[in-house]
Structure formats: C-alpha cells, structure tokens
Nanobody
Framework: DVQLVESGGGLVQAGGSLRLSCAAS????????IGWFRQAPGKEREGVSC????????YYIDFVKGRFTVSSDYAKNTVYLEMNSLKPEDTAVYYC?????????????????????????WGQGTQVTVSS
C-alpha cells in the first residue's frame, strides 16, 4: 500500500523559507503524481502544487507562483516543496497526496476545496506557521 510521510514544517517569520519533504513508498511503478494540499485554521483543504513522475509535469496555484518550487528526487521517491517569501496567509497544515499511475497534474482538483475522501492516499500532514 502507498504510504506518505511529510516533514519539514515549523515556525518561521514572514519573508522566511521552509522546505517540506514527502517521502513516498509502496508505488508499484515509476508512474505517479504527488500533490501538495493545505488546510488553514477554519478553512477547507485546497490544492497548492503538484509534480508527476516520470515526466516532471508541475503545477502551482496562483497565490504561490514565484514563491514555491516543487521538485522530486525520484531515486529516493521523495518530493520537496521549497517555500520562500512566506506570508502569514501560508499558515496551514500541509499534506502530500499521491495518485499512483500515469497522471498529469490536471488530475487533481485545483478550482475548489477538496475533501479527504476524494483521494485515497494522504500523508499525516506537517504544520507550517508563519508569524508576522
């Protein structure tokens, strides 16, 4: 079964940086997509970014474009989300979400909040807190 473990969250001042990691295991092939989602206090979960294997297709929501960078170390089955110029509005629990198989980032829902049941494989989440 697919398992995802996030790490790298923490407390940072506005304008600072953090790098989140999502270590994946249990894939039966090199074809998969990893999405990053977040849930701020009192809000629903929303998509943030995505990367696919092996094509390296990427996607970012407008609010994080130019500040966040998603990358992947395929040998380690680990996906990273480098977050720069962090804002207090980025405060949330960040989750990685896996789609096993051949997918483009368009397979995720970006235009509305999502519910946990919409995807089968979620990590446990990592807290990111940005102070002003």
């Amino acid at each position: 079964d697919v398992q995802l473990v996030e790490s790298g969250g923490g407390l940072v001042q506005a304008g600072g940086s953090l790098r989140l990691s999502c270590a994946a295991s249990g894939f039966t092939s090199d074809d998969y997509a990893i999405g990053w989602f977040r849930q701020a206090p009192g809000k629903e979960r929303e998509g943030v970014s995505c990367i696919t294997s092996p094509d390296g297709d990427t996607y970012y929501i407008d609010f994080v474009k130019g500040r966040f960078t998603v990358s992947s170390d395929y040998a380690k089955n680990t996906v990273y989300l480098e977050m720069n110029s962090l804002k207090p509005e980025d405060t949330a629990v960040y989750y990685c979400v896996a789609l096993p198989g051949r997918h483009y980032c368009s397979a995720y829902v970006w235009y509305r909040p999502v519910k946990e049941y919409e995807y089968d494989y979620w990590g446990q989440g990592t807290q990111v807190t940005v102070s002003s």
